[in-house]
T-cell receptor, first 115, second 115 residues
Framework: GENVEQHPSTLSVQEGDSAVIKCTYS??????FPWYKQELGKRPQLIID?????GEKKDQRIAVTLNKTAKHFSLHITETQPEDSAVYFC??????????????FGKGTLLTVNP | DTEVTQTPKHLVMGMTNKKSLKCEQHMGHRAMYWYKQKAKKPPELMFV???????INESVPSRFSPECPNSSLLNLHLHALQPEDSALYLC??????????????FGPGTRLTVL
C-alpha cells in the first residue's frame, strides 16, 4: 500500500518568513495530493491540492510543487502570519479503479508562526 | 448547507456502555467516511460508505459498528470499547465521481473518552 513520509514534524518560523513542508510517497500510481490544515481542536480543512499532471499550483500565499519522478511534493507558505499556526497534513490518493476514497496521510507538521 | 455536522461533541463512556455517534450532511454527497484521530496523529480511515453501502472496512474491530440509514446520515455504534479507543472520531463526506478525486469535507468530530 501507499506510504507517505512528511518532514519536518515541527517547524517554527518568524512572522513574515516562509515555511516549507516536504512529503514523499511510495506508490507511483498515486495521482492526487491534497494538503489539509488542522487548527487545534478543529476539523481538518483542505487548503490546496495538486494532480499528477501538474508540476506547481499556487493560491495567494500558498503553493504546492510536485516532482513525480522523485515522488515528492512540497507545501510552501510565504509571508507567514500567526493564523497560519496549525498542524498541516499532506496526503496521497489514487484516483480511479475504485480507489477514489482512500487518503493516505503523512504524520503531520506542527507549524508555529511567532509574532 | 455546506457543512458536515456531528453529535455529540463530547462523549464519556464506560467499557460496558453502548453509545452511538451521529453524522449528518445535506450537500448531496453519496460517500461518507468515519476516521479515528489520536492526539498529534493523522486521521486513520475506518469505514467508507458509498451510496449507503459499506465500501471499505479497514479491518476495524467489531466493537465499532457503522450504519448508513440514508444518504444524509451516518452512525457509528459503539459497544464494549477499550480505553485505547479514546480519540477524536471524525466524519467526512464527498461526492462520488469516477476518475476524479472527490474532496472530503470533514465534520468537527466527537471527542470520545472511554473510562
Amino acid at each position: 500500500g501507499e506510504n507517505v513520509e512528511q518532514h519536518p514534524s515541527t517547524l517554527s518560523v518568524q512572522e513574515g518568513d516562509s515555511a516549507v513542508i516536504k512529503c514523499t510517497y511510495s506508490d507511483s500510481a498515486s495521482n492526487y495530493f491534497p494538503w489539509y490544515k488542522q487548527e487545534l481542536g478543529k476539523r481538518p480543512q483542505l487548503i490546496i491540492d495538486i494532480r499528477s499532471n501538474v508540476g506547481e499550483k499556487k493560491d495567494q500565499r500558498i503553493a504546492v510543487t510536485l516532482n513525480k519522478t522523485a515522488k515528492h511534493f512540497s507545501l510552501h507558505i510565504t509571508e507567514t502570519q500567526p493564523e497560519d499556526s496549525a498542524v498541516y497534513f499532506c496526503a496521497a490518493s489514487r484516483v480511479g479503479g475504485g480507489s477514489n476514497y482512500k487518503l493516505t496521510f503523512g504524520k503531520g507538521t506542527l507549524l508555529t508562526v511567532n509574532p | 448547507d455546506t457543512e458536515v455536522t456531528q453529535t455529540p461533541k463530547h462523549l464519556v463512556m464506560g467499557m460496558t456502555n453502548k453509545k452511538s455517534l451521529k453524522c449528518e450532511q445535506h450537500m448531496g454527497h453519496r460517500a461518507m467516511y468515519w476516521y479515528k484521530q489520536k492526539a498529534k496523529k493523522p486521521p486513520e480511515l475506518m469505514f467508507v460508505y458509498s451510496y449507503e453501502k459499506l465500501s471499505i472496512n479497514e479491518s476495524v474491530p467489531s466493537r465499532f459498528s457503522p450504519e448508513c440509514p440514508n444518504s444524509s446520515l451516518l452512525n457509528l455504534h459503539l459497544h464494549a470499547l477499550q480505553p485505547e479507543d479514546s480519540a477524536l472520531y471524525l466524519c467526512a463526506s464527498s461526492q462520488v465521481r469516477l476518475a476524479i478525486y472527490n474532496e472530503q469535507f470533514f465534520g468537527p468530530g466527537t471527542r470520545l473518552t472511554v473510562l
